[in-house]
């Protein structure tokens, strides 16, 4: 009996890594840009960038109609100006990465709460929360970096890679249901959900996010060196009675900021034409 169920376990997870190999194929999502981001890439098959673009229009739409019901969308129209004018010079500078995110239905709002955090969802969908811009005390340097490094996630397209990974990892759970007897299920939107929400991005993903954010914003004429300031600041914030939602997702602010430093400096000549 144990030799049949070792037998069965083993053609399982054989049928897992086939099946993980066969919907995974490498994507370019970005180009390389200045700071030379060039890790290839896996997508699973199973969640396209058009699905996870749609279920993320579908629950940003959501998310901005209850802060609304709630009055915490958009209170401050100064603030959220300030916040849509910087937005939209980073915006400006996407095609340098990738051409087709000019097109995309991009969306800038400002939620009132006091979670020092921003996001922004595939497609180009962005939240910024006043706590981040009131806590920090951030000059338009220091958002557009926050901002930036948003919106290379999205570039980059992280949350549909670690969508795919969830959605291999179910494939696996499916197959050896089938073993098991036990019951297994993908859900597009809870994994997206998990993804922007609740579950942290990998390192690699922090590092790319932080490098191109800097790149977006020399371009668009902020201080790459305010990106620096940015993580003094979030390491000050993070000392005190809780850590802000923001950073429980990042990784240590000592390597970040001695990263961030060598990538300003690379990208001070951009700055600098920048403001001719």
């Given at each position: 009996m144990k030799s049949v169920a070792i037998r069965r376990f083993l053609s399982a997870?054989?049928?897992?890594?086939?099946?993980?190999?066969?919907?995974?194929?490498?994507?370019?999502?970005?180009?390389?840009?200045?700071?030379?981001?060039?890790?290839?890439q896996y997508m699973s098959s199973l969640v396209s960038e058009q699905q996870l673009q749609q279920e993320a229009a579908s629950q940003y739409s959501t998310l901005i109609s209850q802060a609304r019901a709630q009055g915490a969308l958009d209170v401050n129209a100064a603030q959220t100006r300030r916040v849509q004018a910087i937005a939209q010079r980073l915006i400006a500078q996407v095609g340098v990465f990738r051409p087709d995110?000019?097109?995309?239905?991009?969306?800038v709002h400002v939620l009132k709460s006091n979670e020092?955090?921003?996001?922004?969802?595939?497609?180009?969908?962005?939240?910024?929360?006043?706590g981040l811009i009131d806590k920090l005390n951030?000059?338009?340097?220091?958002?557009?970096?926050?901002?930036g490094h948003e919106i290379a996630h999205?570039?980059?397209?992280?949350?549909?890679?670690?969508?795919?990974?969830?959605?291999?990892?179910?494939?696996?759970?499916?197959?050896?249901?089938a073993v098991t007897g036990s019951q297994a299920s993908a859900d597009l939107?809870?994994?997206?959900?998990?993804?922007?929400?609740?579950?942290?991005?990998?390192?690699?993903?922090?590092i790319e996010a932080d490098r191109m954010g800097v790149e977006l914003a020399a371009r668009a004429g902020y201080d790459p060196y305010a990106a620096v300031t940015l993580w003094q600041k979030m390491?000050?914030?993070?000392?005190?009675?809780?850590?802000?939602?923001?950073?429980?997702?990042?990784?240590?602010?000592d390597t970040r900021i001695a990263d961030l430093q060598n990538i300003a400096a690379q990208m001070m000549p951009l700055y600098q034409q920048s403001r001719r």
């Open positions: 997870g054989a049928a897992v890594l086939a099946l993980t190999l066969a919907g995974c194929a490498a994507v370019q999502t970005t180009n390389s840009g200045a700071v030379g981001i060039q890790r290839q995110a000019a097109q995309w239905n991009w969306q020092v955090n921003a996001w922004c969802m595939p497609g180009g969908k962005i939240a910024v929360y006043t951030a000059s338009d340097a220091e958002l557009a970096a926050v901002i999205a570039l980059r397209e992280h949350a549909r890679e670690q969508v795919s990974q969830q959605m291999a990892a179910n494939i696996g759970l499916s197959v050896l249901a939107g809870g994994a997206l959900t998990n993804v922007m929400f609740t579950l942290p991005n990998s390192r690699t993903h922090e390491s000050v914030v993070s000392g005190g009675a809780g850590q802000p939602e923001f950073l429980s997702t990042h990784p240590s602010a």
